[in-house]
């Protein structure tokens, strides 16, 4: 059985959800590597982060792991659920499953059809607000076992909204120089001085691969050397992940 996560630990998990997010933010690294770093914040059987859409009134999943009926109606139901005007109120802490109204429960088509099939015991939706207010998505995270009371990870989820806002506001905008994630992956390590080999080890990836990715890069950015693109990325603020 692994051993349970203090609160010092959570902190530091948190640490590098921010990290994680911000990576996102700047394009250098996908929504999905936020997820992963949010998994040791809290462990969760099913998770996901959603942008919503404006103009076509629905969210659109850019990272998840529940089923594809889940995600559907993640997507397309959820914002018509009577959960819903809750989850966007003037709180905007968060609603977890253990505190929705059994009434509530009752009447909500997302928990009746979807996670209730599942075997949801627990859990947090959260609703994500831009700084200028605006709407701009949601964090669904499920388990199927209760969570234990008191859990330092209900305020750590609430102190990271900020960040997870930024990231998933992020994937709505034009990526810098028109680069590949991959490429401001890439050009991220690049600001910290790291050979193609190096970069290759950290990124899973052959250092002939790293090579051709900053080929681009330079071509794209109209750059003469990986100085000059290191300098790009710094004043852009994109940095290496950790």
């Known amino acids: 059985m692994a051993a349970e996560r203090t609160t010092a630990d959570i902190l530091d998990a948190a640490v590098h959800v921010r990290e994680a997010a911000r990576s996102a933010t700047s394009g250098a690294t996908g929504i999905d590597t936020v997820l992963a770093a949010l998994s040791e914040v809290m462990e969760y059987d099913h998770a996901s982060l959603a942008r919503w859409d404006p103009l076509r009134r629905r969210h659109t999943t850019l990272a998840g792991s529940y089923p594809d009926d889940a995600t559907a109606y993640i997507e397309t139901r959820l914002h018509r659920d009577p959960v819903f005007p809750v989850l966007r109120g003037p709180d905007r802490g968060g609603l977890w499953l253990r505190d929705v109204p059994r009434q509530l429960l009752a009447a909500s088509p997302g928990f009746q059809e979807v996670l209730s099939p599942l075997g949801i015991e627990d859990g947090v939706a959260q609703c994500l607000f831009a700084a200028d207010g605006r709407y701009v998505g949601m964090l669904n995270v499920s388990t199927r076992g209760p969570r234990r009371a008191p859990d330092p990870a209900r305020a750590v989820v609430t102190l990271l ?82």
């Open 161 to 242: 909204t900020e960040s997870l806002a930024a990231a998933v506001d992020a994937r709505d905008r034009p990526r810098p120089g028109g680069l590949s994630p991959r490429e401001l992956q890439v050009l991220a390590e690049l600001t910290a001085g790291r050979t193609n080999r190096e970069i290759a080890e950290r990124l899973f990836i052959t250092p002939r691969t790293v090579g051709t990715h900053i080929e681009h890069i330079l071509a794209k950015l109209d750059l003469p050397n990986r100085a000059a693109a290191a300098a790009r990325a710094a004043a852009w603020g994109i940095e290496p992940a950790n």
